[in-house]
């Protein structure tokens, strides 16, 4: 699908998407998230949360713990990191995670990142959208929103039988999704910290099978 340059469509709230298995998926949303990340906060000052929800009990659903584990010990400092393999934050704990990180981080920007069910054609995609994650929306379950904007993986395909399709996920496409979430937020710090965002943000309003054919990113 064409690629549309519209800024005020992201900031609105709509997604953008991105292929993992794309060579350039870190650095694009990385490049993305550093964009957001100096709207909603240009001098950097507000601390930065990595709110990682999910658990290790079910194969679909471990990807925000993945991530959390993935980003300990190569970001801590640069971001509050929570939600890992060993402490997960999931429904029955959510709610009390929440209210003692917004204590202990007053003002924070909190980045939300969960697992997600979509189409069968959206499977192996990542989104980042600005505003609250209402995590656990996908199997029907109400928890409080979380997060000053959210990015999250599609492991599978959603619309029925949502417990049993997060168990039955492979792995394998879960660990490519948060392998590409933890480079694009370590990228996107980096892209904010140097005051470079991107110029023009390109929107996709779905991700193309051609970004799988890019060449691979060179990392700072």
Not at 52 to 80: E, F, K, M, N, W
Not at 161 to 185: A, D, Y
């Amino acid at each position: 699908m064409a690629e549309q340059r519209d800024w005020q469509r992201l900031l609105a709230g709509e997604k953008q998407y991105f292929l993992s298995n794309s060579r350039q998926c870190a650095h694009r949303l990385g490049d993305a998230l550093a964009e957001l990340i100096l709207y909603l906060d240009p001098t950097l000052s507000r601390p930065r949360v990595v709110f990682c929800i999910g658990t290790d009990r079910s194969t679909g659903d471990c990807l925000g713990p993945l991530v959390g584990t993935q980003l300990t010990p190569l970001a801590s400092h640069y971001y509050h990191i929570y939600g890992t393999l060993d402490e997960p934050i999931h429904a029955t704990n959510l709610a009390e995670k929440k209210k003692a990180i917004e204590a202990f981080h007053p003002g924070a920007l909190i980045i939300a990142i969960d697992a997600s069910l979509g189409r069968i054609d959206q499977v192996g995609q990542i989104t980042l959208s600005l505003g609250g994650l209402r995590p656990g929306a996908g199997v029907k379950k109400d928890l409080p929103e979380i997060g000053d904007l959210h990015i999250t993986g599609i492991v599978n395909v959603g619309g029925f039988m949502e417990f049993m399709v997060l168990q039955n996920t492979r792995l394998s496409e879960v660990m490519k999704l948060s392998n590409q979430i933890s480079r694009g937020l370590l990228y996107g710090y980096y892209q904010a910290a140097r005051r470079k965002p991107v110029a023009s943000l390109t929107f996709q309003s779905s991700a193309t099978a051609l970004d799988a054919q890019k060449v691979e990113p060179v990392w700072p």
